[in-house]
């Protein structure tokens, strides 16, 4: 299947934003999802993860508390709200799919990733 993210854009620090990344195919349900950013001249980091019925999240310590995943496997899709960003938010942010059936199975579990969109946060 193929990932679409979507929802990126320039928003001012304490704003928020909601993306939202589409996925093709059947068998959306099966998979964990999950958000990752990597910003300019650094590695691709988690931000979060959520379980295939949507129960279970985790989050990275920097977005605990301001971000929010969510998912509606009815429309295939997967959502990252963000609340009080930050300049540090400023990324690219990926939505990727993981066969693993848990929210703590690790980055390289990911087969599947979207494109990424641009999340640019100005102070």
């Known amino acids: 299947g193929q990932l679409q993210a979507s929802g990126g854009g320039l928003v001012q620090a304490g704003g928020s934003l909601r993306l939202s990344c589409a996925a093709s195919?059947?068998?959306?349900?099966?998979?964990?999802m999950g958000w990752f950013r990597q910003a300019p001249g650094k590695e691709r980091e988690f931000v979060g993860a959520?379980?295939?019925?949507?129960?279970?999240?985790r989050y990275a310590d920097f977005v605990k508390g301001r971000f929010t995943i969510s998912r509606d496997n009815a429309k295939n899709t997967v959502f990252l709200q963000m609340n009080s960003l930050k300049p540090e938010d400023t990324a690219v942010y990926y939505c990727a799919a993981s066969n693993v059936p848990s929210i703590w199975a690790p980055h390289i579990s990911y087969d599947y990733w979207g494109q990424g969109t641009l999340v640019t946060v100005s102070s």
């Open positions: 195919g059947s068998t959306f349900s099966s998979y964990v």
């Open positions: 959520i379980s295939r019925s949507g129960i279970s999240t």
